[in-house]
């Protein structure tokens, strides 16, 4: 890739762990702020998905270690494809529920040449959620392919590994109860009332919990991306690039290697879309009338089962036609106990930062739980 002897560089404005620079909008040059021992899970995953073929994810072209006298690595840079976008797929999904919302709640004028020409929110939606399914499908296909390579060799779970699922969700899920118990004040009653009934249940989902990870015992374990959501996911010319393969950036570097299943990357994206449908609640325009405002209340409820019908639908068509394949009974539990665990965290994650928003993440719970104990 040539870049010239001067290239024009920009730096990304999403920053978080690292520090990103894009050279010609051809490349990307990634500097790992935070140097960590060991094999980087982002240049080990970028380098294996780019010799695998893999088209939605930017390739990696390059790496940067410092090797220590006794043989320890140390990624600093990495760098990769430059893939042109429209942003990422939160912001995507947040503006054009937005326009969704808005075509559907101002009173319509005379049609003209270029209403025609715009494309329908709504479709576009539900577009989007489809090739997420299948993109991630595709992903955990490659994922799961028999290879040499012990680092992603698929394995089956076996009983200590259910067993650890379990007993990480269940940890997870005391310690939301924990940060429940402390929390003495709600924005109304509807809101307390909730709590106060998941409250009630603590026991009988906490035993649930071995249960559901034992319906994973002989499934597939694989490499998987790790902290997969919707700002983890470009928007480009109609399709969806899955980027940021280095797990959760809190975890180890090994702990960020472990295969484990590949459905924890789908509950991820399903809490993802729970997410951006809170955020529309909360962005709603002002100053609708009576009518307005219950045509975007609905569009806002149709806006999660929508999403997660077609990305569930698309993904199962993507990921199951191989050794993935999984019965549905184990699908569902293992779906259950991860977006247990992944609402649970989101709990402790609000309480810490954004105490307003700890009712979205609440209301994931109750939904499940519903679900589980009806």
Same mark, same amino acid.
């Given at each position: 890739?040539?870049?010239?002897? /001067?290239?024009?560089?920009?730096?990304?404005?999403?920053?978080?762990?690292?520090?990103?620079?894009?050279?010609?909008?051809?490349?990307?040059?990634?500097?790992?702020?935070?140097?960590?021992?060991?094999?980087?899970?982002?240049?080990?995953?970028?380098?294996?998905?780019?010799?695998?073929?893999?088209? %939605?994810?930017?390739?990696?072209?390059?790496?940067?270690?410092?090797?220590?006298?006794?043989?320890?690595?140390?990624?600093?840079?990495?760098?990769?494809?430059?893939?042109?976008?429209?942003?990422?797929?939160?912001?995507?999904?947040?503006?054009?529920?937005?326009?969704?919302?808005?075509?559907?709640?101002?009173?319509?004028?005379?049609?003209?040449?270029? /209403?025609?020409?715009?494309?329908?929110?709504?479709?576009?939606?539900?577009?989007?959620?489809?090739?997420?399914?299948?993109?991630?499908?595709?992903?955990?296909?490659?994922?799961?392919?028999?290879?040499?390579?012990?680092?992603?060799?698929?394995?089956?779970?076996?009983?200590?590994?259910?067993?650890?699922?379990?007993?990480?969700?269940?940890?997870?899920?005391?310690?939301?109860?924990?940060?429940?118990?402390?929390?003495? &004040?709600?924005?109304?009653?509807?809101?307390?009332?909730?709590?106060?009934?998941?409250?009630?249940?603590?026991?009988?989902?906490?035993?649930?919990?071995?249960?559901?990870?034992?319906?994973?015992?002989?499934?597939?374990?694989?490499?998987?991306?790790?902290?997969?959501?919707?700002?983890?996911?470009?928007?480009?010319?109609? /399709?969806?690039?899955?980027?940021?393969?280095?797990?959760?950036?809190?975890?180890?570097?090994?702990?960020?290697?472990?295969?484990?299943?590949?459905?924890?990357?789908?509950?991820?994206?399903?809490?993802?879309?729970?997410?951006?449908?809170?955020?529309?609640?909360?962005?709603?325009?002002?100053?609708?009338?009576?009518?307005?405002?219950?045509?975007?209340?609905?569009?806002?409820?149709?806006?999660?089962?929508?999403?997660?019908?077609?990305?569930?639908?698309?993904?199962?068509?993507?990921?199951?036609?191989?050794?993935?394949?999984? /019965?549905?009974?184990?699908?569902?539990?293992?779906?259950?106990?991860?977006?247990?665990?992944?609402?649970?965290?989101?709990?402790?994650? &609000?309480?810490?930062?954004?105490?307003?928003?700890?009712?979205?993440?609440? %209301?994931?719970?109750?939904?499940?739980?519903?679900?589980?104990?009806?």
């Amino acid at each position: 890739i040539d870049v010239g002897e /001067d290239p024009v560089i920009r730096r990304l404005s999403a920053e978080q762990s690292n520090s990103s620079l894009v050279m010609e909008e051809k490349m990307v040059l990634k500097v790992i702020r935070r140097l960590l021992a060991g094999v980087h899970p982002e240049a080990e995953m970028g380098r294996y998905l780019t010799e695998q073929g893999y088209a %939605n994810a930017p390739r990696l072209l390059g790496e940067v270690t410092r090797f220590a006298v006794d043989g320890t690595r140390r990624t600093m840079i990495l760098l990769q494809e430059y893939i042109d976008n429209q942003g990422d797929a939160w912001q995507w999904m947040l503006d054009t529920l937005a326009r969704w919302v808005q075509q559907s709640t101002v009173a319509p004028s005379a049609p003209t040449e270029t /209403d025609a020409e715009l494309a329908d929110p709504e479709e576009d939606v539900a577009k989007i959620a489809a090739r997420l399914g299948t993109r991630l499908g595709e992903l955990h296909a490659v994922l799961a392919r028999p290879t040499d390579l012990p680092e992603f060799s698929p394995a089956p779970a076996r009983q200590d590994d259910v067993a650890q699922w379990a007993a990480g969700a269940r940890r997870q899920l005391q310690a939301a109860f924990d940060v429940l118990r402390g929390k003495r &004040e709600w924005s109304n009653e509807a809101e307390a009332k909730r709590v106060a009934t998941l409250m009630e249940r603590e026991g009988r989902i906490l035993q649930l919990v071995d249960d559901l990870a034992a319906a994973g015992l002989g499934t597939l374990r694989t490499r998987i991306h790790g902290d997969f959501h919707l700002g983890q996911v470009l928007v480009a010319h109609g /399709d969806v690039y899955l980027v940021d393969f280095e797990g959760e950036p809190v975890k180890p570097l090994e702990q960020r290697r472990e295969k484990s299943s590949p459905l924890r990357d789908v509950a991820g994206l399903l809490r993802s879309f729970d997410y951006a449908a809170a955020f529309a609640v909360r962005a709603a325009p002002a100053g609708l009338n009576e009518e307005a405002e219950l045509r975007r209340q609905q569009i806002v409820r149709d806006f999660v089962p929508m999403c997660r019908t077609a990305f569930l639908d698309a993904y199962r068509e993507a990921a199951y036609a191989g050794p993935l394949r999984i /019965d549905p009974d184990a699908e569902q539990a293992l779906l259950q106990l991860f977006v247990l665990e992944k609402a649970a965290y989101e709990v402790c994650y &609000e309480a810490a930062n954004r105490p307003s928003w700890i009712p979205v993440p609440v %209301n994931g719970l109750v939904r499940i739980v519903d679900q589980l104990l009806t």
